[in-house]
């Protein structure tokens, strides 16, 4: 396997465990070594993508609105109707997406109340 092949896996597995740990815990309660013991992650290797927690949440939130964010691309491709039935359409597509990827959903929704909240 190629060196970039390896990084690219390495930073999935880091996405992915600290997607879940930030979704099961929120932002302030997750920790950084229960992301590297979960995973089996090196803090060397977590630190050389990350610089800090925050860098990695903002990575991690980044990544579901570009999953988000394509799917929804994907399933708007042949809307049409009035514009009830277009909202419908789309709502019913984020519900969709976060009910197939549940880790998401958590994160997705803290940071869609907090921007309400503003």
């Known amino acids: 396997m190629k060196r970039e092949e390896k990084n690219l896996i390495s930073l999935q597995k880091i996405l992915e465990y600290a997607t879940q740990e930030f979704a099961q815990r929120g932002y302030g309660l997750s920790s950084v070594n229960t992301i590297c013991n979960t995973g089996g992650i090196s803090k060397g ?3 050389h993508y990350f610089k800090d927690k925050d860098e990695l949440y903002l990575s991690c939130l980044k ?4 999953r988000l964010t394509a799917f929804l691309r ?3 491709t042949d ?5 009830d039935e277009c909202l419908e359409r789309y709502f019913n597509a984020r ?4 009910r197939k990827i549940l880790s998401y959903a958590p994160c997705f929704v803290r940071q ?3 921007r309400l909240s503003i």
């Open 112 to 114: 869609l109340l907090r």
């Open 74 to 76: 994907e399933e708007a």
């Open 79 to 83: 809307i049409q109707g009035s514009v």
């Open 63 to 66: 990544t579901c609105f570009e």
């Open 45 to 47: 290797i977590l630190y």
């Open 95 to 98: 519900l969709i997406f976060l």
